[in-house]
């Protein structure tokens, strides 16, 4: 067994020095109180802002990142019932205009003549907005009211490899969400009692290669709000982890590596989740629909293959008794990046 991961429980900050991961930071909190204060590490930084809303027809995904040479924003949609889907990237060469903030829940935005995407974090919601000419020959337009209940936990993380390697994450799950996404004629409505807002905000030092999992999901089941997070490959063996589960915001971290077994050469098989030594984790992700996103483009090579589909199993939650899991409605998925 794996053994309890130190709960952080006063604000710090990520590194010291020249950029140096701070030990102090090493662990978990339920609150985004680690401050991602990352310097030196010239073309190794990387940071991201990644949403995804799971409506009730649509899922709605927007994400700003920084790889320290270029920033890349990206925007794509799954109609569930149509599997109509597009994805629109644009890529600006340094960046130089994107500021990508050192808090979690701070404001950051992406603007050009092809896509502008604003985020703006005030009054403990997140108002985020897309704005799009030319997305599938149509125009984009879409607007939401994320609320981050006062008392909810979060999932904030750091993962540490070495002292130069590292990254901070922080996974936001189960967020109500109001608003629209209107594409052409068409538009789709958010409710926030069945639409789900979850954040992953990612900011570290990475190795030239990497490669990962992360399983998750933000649904109501059964009358409670639950959230899923669960990640492998590149948590292993640093004796942290990014697997927990929240129930009405209530957050169970989960001390053991999780498994991801799944045929790479088939992605739309059935994903088996499960805890490396215990059966506290034992889900299986049944896919529907498969994203493939490719970038290739002088030194950056990444291969991302996420599928949405339902997840069925339970989790043994610290009191003994089992978090029944039945048709929840997610994503998992392999990510290769050279960059």
């Not at 649509?58 to 109509?84: G, K, M, N, P």
């Not at 009054?123 to 907005?129: A, D, F, I, P, V």
Request: hydrophobic fraction near 40%; aromatic fraction near 12%; glycine fraction near 6%.
């Amino acid at each position: 067994m794996q053994h309890a991961e130190r709960e952080i429980t006063e604000p710090v900050a990520l590194c010291v020095g020249k950029g140096l991961l701070n030990p102090e930071a090493i662990g978990f909190s339920r609150q985004p109180i680690i401050q991602s204060n990352l310097t030196g590490h010239f073309m190794r930084k990387k940071k991201w802002n990644y949403w995804c809303v799971y409506g009730e027809d649509l899922l709605f995904s927007a994400t700003i990142s920084h790889l320290d040479y270029a920033a890349v924003c990206f925007v794509y949609i799954l109609d569930y019932e149509t599997q109509r889907f597009y994805e629109k990237q644009i890529t600006i060469p340094m960046g130089r205009t994107v500021k990508m903030p050192e808090e979690v829940l701070t404001s950051v935005k992406f603007t050009n003549d092809n896509l502008t995407l604003q985020i703006v974090h005030i009054q403990g919601e997140t108002h985020l907005s897309v704005t799009i000419p030319d997305f599938d020959n149509e125009v984009l337009h879409a607007d939401f009211h994320i609320v981050h209940p006062d008392n909810d936990d979060s999932l904030n993380v750091v993962i540490p490899k070495s002292r130069e390697v590292f990254q901070f994450t922080a996974k936001h799950h189960t967020l109500p969400t109001s608003g629209f996404v209107k594409i052409g004629d068409k538009r789709y409505d958010f409710n926030p009692e069945f639409s789900f807002a979850v954040l992953d905000y990612g900011r570290g030092v990475w190795p030239r290669k990497a490669e990962w999992n992360w399983a998750m999901a933000s649904q109501r089941l059964g009358g409670r709000r639950i959230g899923l997070n669960f990640g492998g490959k590149w948590t292993d063996g640093t004796g942290m982890t990014e697997n927990a589960v929240f129930i009405d915001g209530i957050m169970t971290k989960i001390h053991e590596d999780v498994l991801f077994t799944y045929d790479s050469k088939n992605y739309m098989k059935p994903w088996q989740i499960r805890t490396k030594f215990s059966d506290i984790v034992d889900l299986t992700f049944t896919p529907f629909f498969e994203r493939a996103s490719t970038t290739n483009v002088k030194i950056v090579q990444t291969e991302v293959h996420q599928v949405v589909g339902y997840f069925n199993g339970r989790v043994r939650l610290h009191d003994g008794s089992l978090l029944a899991i039945r048709q929840m409605l997610g994503c998992t998925e392999e990510h290769h990046a050279k960059w």
